[in-house]
């Protein structure tokens, strides 16, 4: 089947798309969603993904991937550990949003369950659940978690999680491109979704924010994320 010039042309931009804007956007999203609330609300699964059929579709080589892979998995454990130092500069509150969505009573002290219950390994699994993945480190940094324990499961968290999605990507955009009426399709609609799920994701925020603050305590961590003190 001959490709449509049209379709084709429509998505020039994205199909030629420069690293430096695929870096920006990689670490960006990355960054804020292992760091802030706001985080809590971005697609950043979905964004790596597409980040790495763009690469793809740009002929990028493994090498270029894997610097990416290198660089997200970088911007992942900053952010992981300014998630922590927000937490722990909490004084053991967290402040929760009444009837919100995802900032609530409820999974604030599923989060601390989680991790009381298996430590080291719930940072990992934490990686490969979007809203776990923004409050865990601040949970862990308010319940007090060691903090050398809670930096290397996050860094391993980070080595897996990074790589893993950006070469699925990578490897599926190299499939696509055996295909060329279908790579500018599947890329423009991955793109539009990104951006449509971002901006929701921002709005979603707000409301969010917007909703009665409510204080969390962790007075009553469980003893076995505490750091030892003296």
């Given at each position: 089947?001959?490709?449509?010039?049209?379709?084709?042309?429509?998505?020039?931009?994205?199909?030629?798309?420069?690293?430096?804007?695929?870096?920006?956007?990689?670490?960006?999203?990355?960054?804020?969603?292992?760091?802030?609330?706001?985080?809590?609300?971005?697609?950043?699964?979905?964004?790596?993904?597409?980040?790495?059929?763009?690469?793809?579709?740009?002929?990028?080589?493994?090498?270029?991937?894997?610097?990416?892979?290198?660089?997200?998995?970088?911007?992942?454990?900053?952010?992981?550990?300014?998630?922590?130092?927000?937490?722990?500069?909490?004084?053991?509150?967290?402040?929760?949003?009444?009837?919100?969505?995802?900032?609530?009573?409820?999974?604030l002290q599923r989060v601390t369950e989680l991790?009381?219950?298996?430590?080291?390994?719930?940072?990992?699994?934490?990686?490969?659940?979007?809203?776990?993945?923004?409050?865990?480190?601040?949970?862990?940094?308010?319940?007090?978690m060691d903090h050398r324990k809670f930096t290397?499961?996050?860094?391993?968290?980070?080595?897996?999680?990074?790589?893993?999605?950006?070469?699925?990507?990578?490897?599926?955009?190299?499939?696509?491109?055996?295909?060329?009426?279908?790579?500018?399709?599947?890329?423009?609609?991955?793109?539009?979704?990104?951006?449509?799920?971002?901006?929701?994701?921002?709005?979603?925020?707000?409301?969010?924010?917007?909703?009665?603050?409510?204080?969390?305590?962790?007075?009553?961590?469980?003893?076995?994320?505490?750091?030892?003190?003296?």
């Amino acid at each position: 089947m001959a490709s449509s010039p049209l379709a084709v042309g429509s998505f020039d931009p994205l199909m030629s798309a420069g690293p430096a804007l695929v870096w920006t956007v990689v670490l960006t999203f990355v960054f804020l969603e292992c760091a802030v609330i706001l985080g809590l609300f971005l697609p950043g699964d979905s964004m790596l993904i597409t980040a790495g059929i763009v690469m793809a579709s740009n002929a990028s080589n493994e090498a270029h991937v894997w610097a990416l892979s290198l660089g997200a998995m970088v911007a992942a454990i900053a952010g992981n550990q300014v998630g922590y130092v927000i937490g722990h500069r909490t004084g053991q509150h967290l402040v929760a949003r009444k009837d919100g969505r995802y900032i609530n009573v409820r999974n604030l002290q599923r989060v601390t369950e989680l991790l009381h219950r298996h430590g080291f390994v719930a940072v990992l699994v934490a990686r490969w659940i979007p809203w776990v993945r923004t409050l865990c480190p601040s949970v862990a940094g308010a319940a007090r978690m060691d903090h050398r324990k809670f930096t290397v499961a996050s860094t391993v968290g980070a080595i897996i999680w990074a790589p893993v999605l950006l070469l699925i990507g990578y490897y599926a955009g190299s499939f696509l491109e055996g295909i060329p009426w279908l790579m500018p399709i599947v890329i423009g609609t991955l793109v539009v979704g990104l951006v449509i799920g971002t901006a929701l994701g921002v709005r979603h925020y707000r409301q969010e924010m917007s909703r009665p603050a409510e204080d969390f305590a962790m007075e009553g961590a469980p003893s076995t994320l505490l750091e030892t003190e003296g």
